[in-house]
């Protein structure tokens, strides 16, 4: 978990370096290999009319070091419930129908997390996540770039880097999360908040 600082405006702000590459339409794409009857079959098949989304969010995993690996899964019929909690990166809780509660994650815990989802229609460049975490005057903001994908019949997965929970007296307590996709031409995705809570590890 980053250094607490940070605003909120800093969710949508891109100033990382990232070029984003030329973008292509799926009609381009399509029309690329137009002599390829197969291949362009192949690409059309790609679309999902009945689903309007582009980024489709599969589910996502923690996994703790040496500890369990805790598991959100999203489907069509929960997308609308997506104001509930969700997980990500550095901080924890659940998305339940009926009873949700935040997630106790142990201060000084190594682990990482594993995202599962859909890009539908037509390219996402330079796709991006964001989270701002508050507790009380504490504020962070954490932004990473997934990185630009095509549609695709198959899920894509993204891994991140080892993590670690902060530790000591001063980062223990429950956190309120915001947390967004966004891309290249600032479309937003998918938002959402949830809640986490640090705990003392057990000696």
């Excluded at 690996?69 to 929960?78: F, G, V, Y």
């Excluded at 190594?110 to 995202?115: G, K, L, N, P, S």
């Amino acid at each position: 978990m980053a250094a607490p600082d940070g605003d909120e405006s800093e969710l949508l702000k891109v100033e990382d370096g990232y070029k984003a590459p030329e973008k292509k339409t799926i009609n381009e794409i399509v029309n690329m290999d137009a002599e390829d009857e197969s291949l362009r079959r192949y690409k059309e098949n790609l679309l999902v009319p009945d689903d309007p989304r582009i980024f489709i969010l599969k589910s996502i995993r923690i996994c703790i070091k040496n500890g369990p690996t805790h598991e959100i899964n999203i489907d069509r019929k929960l997308f609308s419930l997506l104001h509930s909690y969700i997980a990500f990166p550095q901080i924890i809780c659940v998305l339940g129908l009926d009873n949700i509660q935040a997630i106790e994650m142990p201060e000084g815990a190594q682990y990482h997390v594993e995202i599962d989802f859909y890009v539908n229609h037509e390219i996402v460049a330079g796709l991006r996540y964001a989270q701002k975490t508050s507790k009380s005057v504490f504020k962070a903001v954490d932004k990473v770039v997934l990185g630009s994908y095509g549609p695709r019949a198959d899920f894509y997965s993204w891994r991140s880097g080892d993590e670690e929970v902060q530790s000591g007296i001063m980062f223990r307590g429950s956190y309120k999360v915001t947390s967004v996709f966004t891309d290249d031409d600032k479309h937003e995705h998918l938002k959402f908040t949830w809640e986490i809570k640090i705990v003392k590890a057990d000696k």
